[in-house]
Structures are given as structure tokens and as C-alpha cells.
């Protein structure tokens, strides 16, 4: 079975530039979400998804963050404009349809970004 | 609000000798529990999980951990530390209130030397 799918793997940007990520989850999985992993800290959820409704964003700085799961499949994360806080691993993860015994996420390799 | 409390940010342990990494956490109600690891440059892989079947978990590599509801503890054991456990251990709870999305605990960094 395949795992959850990120790209890019790295991204260097300059503050106030835009950039997207995009991850394609495990196929069947009808929920999805993103974290942030600022180096040192434990992963921070920044956006839940059902299928393609938004279930919780509250942690999301919507003021330059913006995240879509159009077809209910693949997601992207985007930052516009990024500043030099927003440096950090972007985790997307996927989970099986609600009412799993277990809720266990799994992990995509994430995307690493540095802003300068 | 759920959350969990690690106790400790960094621990040292000698190859061998027993390992103990502590967490607390807080749930107004029937949490899932869980212990990730992340090694350097890797991503995050689920050692263990607790959901409300037996207490004592055992999990990937050696280790596991125990569900203690009186103490609210779920802390992490391995009997024999290896070198190529030297990582970063999380401490995760979930749970149906919060659309089972996971909140991490700030990580304990575990050092095996020689």
C-alpha cells in the first residue's frame, strides 16, 4: 500500500514570497490534515479535512495561509505572503473514515521550508 | 481541551540500561494514546497506541507503555536501550472530540551513549 505523498521535499523562499505544498493521501483515506513543525517542537495541526469539507482550521493563520481539498483527494497548503516565522517542516497526514477503532494517522515524509 | 505533558526534554541513558521517557495527559474524556518517534531527517513513525483495550501497550523495537488512568501517565519503556534509538520521542493524544486530530507533547530528546 502506498504511503501519503508530499512535494516538494524542500523549498527555499524569500520572505514574502508565495509557495505551495501538495500532498496526495492514501487512497480510501476520507480524512486528511496538515501540521506545522517548527524546529525543536512537536507538530502543531494547522487544517482537518472530511472528504472535501474543512472540519477544524482554528489554529490556521488564515490572513496568509490557505488550504483546498477540491476533489476531496489531494490537498495543497499555501502561504502567501511566507515570513521568516513560517520556516518549518509541513506535515500532511491521513486517516481512514471516521469511527476507526484506533484513529492512526499516517505520516508523509513532509516538506521542509526555510524562508530568508 | 486534550493535551499531554512530557516531562522531560532530554534524557541520557547509557547502551543497555534501561529506558524511561514520562508523559502526562489531560482528557475530559476517554483519550487514544500514543508514542511517536522521529529520528534525524526522518519522518514520524507510530511506535505504539492505546485505545482503551489493555493497559500495558507493547509497541515497535522493544518498547512499551502503560495506561495509568489514577496517576493520567502513559510513559514510555524499553529494557535495553540501543544506540540506534537515540531520537526524538513524542508523546500524542487523540480523541473523538477533537476530530481525532493529534496533539503532540513538545518532544523528550533520548541520547544513548556507549
Known amino acids: 500500500e502506498a504511503g501519503v505523498a508530499q512535494s516538494p521535499r524542500y523549498k527555499i523562499i524569500e520572505k514574502r514570497q508565495s509557495v505551495a505544498f501538495w500532498c496526495n493521501p492514501i487512497?480510501?483515506?476520507?480524512?486528511l490534515y496538515w501540521y506545522q513543525q517548527i524546529l525543536g517542537q512537536g507538530p502543531k495541526l494547522l487544517i482537518q479535512?472530511?472528504?472535501?469539507?474543512?472540519?477544524?482550521d482554528s489554529q490556521l493563520p488564515k490572513d496568509r495561509f490557505s488550504a483546498e481539498r477540491l476533489k476531496g483527494v489531494d490537498s495543497t497548503l499555501k502561504i502567501q505572503p511566507a515570513k521568516l516565522e513560517d520556516s518549518a517542516v509541513y506535515l500532511c497526514?491521513?486517516?481512514?473514515?471516521?469511527?476507526?477503532?484506533?484513529?492512526?494517522?499516517?505520516f508523509g515524509p513532509g516538506t521542509r521550508l526555510t524562508v530568508l | 481541551a486534550q493535551s499531554v505533558t512530557q516531562l522531560d526534554s532530554h534524557v541520557s541513558v547509557s547502551e543497555g540500561t534501561p529506558v524511561l521517557l514520562r508523559c502526562n495527559y489531560s482528557?475530559?474524556?476517554?483519550?487514544?494514546l500514543f508514542w511517536y518517534v522521529q529520528h534525524p531527517n526522518k519522518g514520524l513513525q507510530l511506535l505504539l497506541k492505546?485505545?482503551?483495550?489493555?493497559?500495558l501497550v507493547k509497541g515497535i523495537n522493544g518498547f512499551e507503555a502503560e495506561f495509568k488512568k489514577s496517576e493520567t501517565s502513559f510513559h514510555l519503556t524499553k529494557p535495553s536501550a540501543h544506540m540506534s534509538d537515540a531520537a526524538e520521542y513524542f508523546c500524542?493524544?487523540?480523541?473523538?472530540?477533537?476530530?481525532?486530530?493529534?496533539?503532540f507533547g513538545k518532544g523528550t530528546s533520548l541520547l544513548v551513549t556507549p
Open positions: 492505546y485505545t482503551s483495550a489493555a493497559t
Open positions: 497526514a491521513s486517516r481512514l473514515e471516521q469511527g476507526s477503532s484506533y484513529n492512526e494517522q499516517f
Open positions: 500524542v493524544v487523540s480523541g473523538s472530540n477533537s476530530g481525532y486530530a493529534l496533539n
Open positions: 482528557s475530559s474524556y476517554s483519550p487514544s
Open positions: 479535512f472530511q472528504n472535501n469539507g474543512v472540519v477544524d
Open positions: 487512497s480510501g483515506h476520507a480524512t
